[in-house]
């Protein structure tokens, strides 16, 4: 089977740095993606890790190490409109995404 | 149309009756996917489709059917609602299912049934 593990929810303040952790156990791996969903939202796509290391985008970095099967959104300078809900999700051979059930980021003055 | 719609934006239906969420995509995407979201479960796939013609069931299948007659459309029925079905539908679209394929998502639906 699969299965993808995050925290339910984090709470950081503003101007800070936040780690997002996510495990994944799943068969045929192909890489992982990171959506941010904000309340009332649709999830929007944030970053996608195939090889092992870390990948900087802006404020948002992403990590994977595929021999751990473990993975980390980074989030740096935080600011209030960072609060919101963070996936997520493995790619395994050709079947559809599997998500993890979301990180609630809450960002406090 | 510019990416994915979902129509309608919310519904109040009352148990037992039939309803059909529409989705439909523009950017010739071959895969498409329906998610409902919970609270406390995340993103739950319903069924999915890797082309036209196509279907395949998600995680979640049970009460639901799909079709997918052409590349931009791939509606979800619910043949007979029951309150359990209280949710919000996402659709998605993605290149293919294979490596490193982004998928869009619609605005979604909110679906109440009483």
């Known amino acids: 089977g699969q299965n993808i593990d995050q925290p339910t929810e984090m709470t950081a303040t503003e101007g800070a740095i936040v780690q997002i952790n996510c495990t994944y156990q799943?068969?045929?791996?192909?890489?992982l993606f990171w959506y941010q969903q904000h309340a009332g939202e649709a999830p929007t796509f944030l970053s996608y890790n195939v090889l092992d290391g870390l990948e900087e985008k802006g404020r948002f970095s992403s990590f994977l190490s595929r021999s751990k099967g473990y993975s980390y959104l980074l989030l740096k300078e935080l600011q209030m409109k960072d609060s919101a809900s963070y996936l997520c999700?493995?790619?395994?051979?050709?079947?559809?995404?599997?998500f993890g059930k979301g990180t609630r980021l809450s960002v406090i003055a | 149309i510019a990416g994915i719609t979902q129509a309608p934006t919310s519904q109040i239906l009352a148990a037992g009756r039939r309803m059909t969420l529409r989705c439909t995509q523009d950017m010739r995407h071959n895969a498409m996917y329906w998610y409902r979201q919970d609270l406390g479960l995340g993103l739950r796939l319903i069924h999915y489709s890797n082309t036209a013609g196509t279907t395949g069931k998600g995680e979640v299948p049970d009460g639901y059917s799909v079709s997918r007659a052409n590349t931009d459309d791939f509606p979800l029925t619910l043949a007979s609602a029951v309150p359990s079905q209280t949710s919000v539908y996402f659709c998605?679209?993605?290149?293919?299912?294979?490596?490193?394929?982004?998928?869009?998502f619609g605005p979604g639906t909110r679906l109440t049934v009483l």
């Open positions: 998605a679209s993605s290149d293919s299912t294979g490596p490193h394929n982004e998928q869009f």
């Open positions: 799943t068969s045929g791996f192909n890489g």
């Open positions: 999700a493995a790619n395994s051979g050709n079947t559809p995404l599997v």
